[in-house]
């Protein structure tokens, strides 16, 4: 099966530098030594290695400070990931955090969350109702956050993470998780969900990955004190350098695009989608942004042209995919800011 579309990335066992140190950290913390989206970026080291930090710190340690954990349960917190994943109609993801799901014992809500129902605690409906509606600016900015101020790190990081994670996935990679698709069986889904058990209920020590960053900055005011203000920076940082890749009309193009965007998945008849013969890279980072699933080879072709590589597809993929993550992080910012008052 062939996994990576576009790109040969670095595998585990040839990494060196950050990029090894960043693996080793993966098959101890998360139970999977390539996870396929985060390897997908490895061309570019410093955007593997953030994204993976951001994953880390929200995801698996919870948003915790120095201290410990945030407070919020893996469940409540890969019912976000769901959520998020549903919204931007990426599989992969989808399938990879249900099976999470299982790996906690939460068995019935990961099934019911794969039959497009709700759990049956009002209060992880509520989370997964919130994940769902990030995608959407307007309704990120509006509705109630579902959780504490003290979780806000762990719940807006995750959701951020996967807003980036989501178009990474599918832009550069195949949608089955499993060979053949095995994981549309429940008890495949079961299965693996044991197998990622153990990596589950560890806890993850908040801050490992900041070692991993090249000068690591705050980040935003509601991960203040946590990891998750540094590790969101520097994805920041990182997946921002992709705009070097576009000329000026092509970067007015995108920004203003995205900003203008409602949060709806493009129709198929999408006027404001650039030419692919004249305008590729615009287009590429478009889609990226707000319909990365419909990236196709061509697209890819008319652009990835000597003296492009894979490091500089990865980043204009980035780029596009970080622009929307940007968008919908400022209306989640407003959101947190309104609930502290």
């Known amino acids: 099966m062939a ?19 960043a693996y080793a950290q993966m098959a101890a913390d998360f139970g999977i ?14 955007l593997f290695t953030a994204a993976w930090a951001l994953l880390r710190e929200s995801l698996l340690a919870g948003g915790g400070d ?26 992969f993801c989808v399938n990879a955090h249900t099976m999470m799901l299982h790996a906690t014992g939460d068995h019935r809500v990961a099934e019911r969350v794969l039959r497009g129902e709700e759990p049956e605690d ?22 109630p956050q579902p959780f504490p101020r003290a979780h806000a790190p762990a719940h807006i990081g995750t959701a951020l993470t996967f807003h980036f994670v989501n178009r990474v996935a599918s832009a550069l990679i195949t949608e089955d998780i499993l060979p053949c698709n095995a994981q549309r069986f429940r008890a495949v889904r079961s299965i693996g969900g044991r197998t990622f058990q153990k990596a589950v209920r560890r806890v993850a020590a908040p801050g490992d990955s900041l070692s991993l960053l090249v000068d690591p900055q705050p980040g935003p005011s509601w991960a ?21 890749l576009l000329d000026g009309a092509d970067l007015a193009l995108v920004r203003a695009t995205v900003a203008a965007w409602d949060g709806s998945h493009p129709p198929l008849a999408w006027e404001a989608l650039p030419d692919r013969a004249s305008r590729p890279g615009a287009r590429l980072a478009l889609l990226a942004a707000l319909a ?10 008319a652009w990835k042209k000597p ?11 980035a780029f596009g995919a970080f622009t929307a993550v940007d968008r919908i992080e400022n209306a989640l910012a407003e959101a947190a800011s309104a609930a502290r008052v």
């Not at 009002?122 to 509006?142: F, H």
């Open 224 to 244: 203040a004190g946590t990891p998750v203000g540094p590790a969101y920076a520097a994805l920041r940082a990182a997946a921002t350098q992709g705009a070097g």
């Open 122 to 143: 009002p209060a992880q409906a509520r989370l997964l109702a919130w994940g769902k509606a990030t995608r959407t600016p307007r309704a990120a900015r509006a509705l």
């Open 33 to 46: 030594a390539e996870p396929t989206p985060l390897v997908a970026l490895t061309p570019a080291p410093e």
């Open 3 to 21: 996994t990576f579309r576009y790109t040969d990335p670095v595998r585990a066992k040839s990494a060196t530098g950050r990029t090894a140190e």
């Open 292 to 301: 990365p699933y419909r990236i196709t080879d061509e697209d890819v072709a």
């Open 307 to 317: 003296p492009f590589s894979d490091h500089c597809l990865v980043h204009l993929v």
């Open 66 to 91: 120095a201290a410990g954990s945030g407070g919020t349960t893996r469940t409540e917190r890969e019912l976000v990931a769901v959520g998020v994943s549903l919204a931007n109609r990426c599989p």
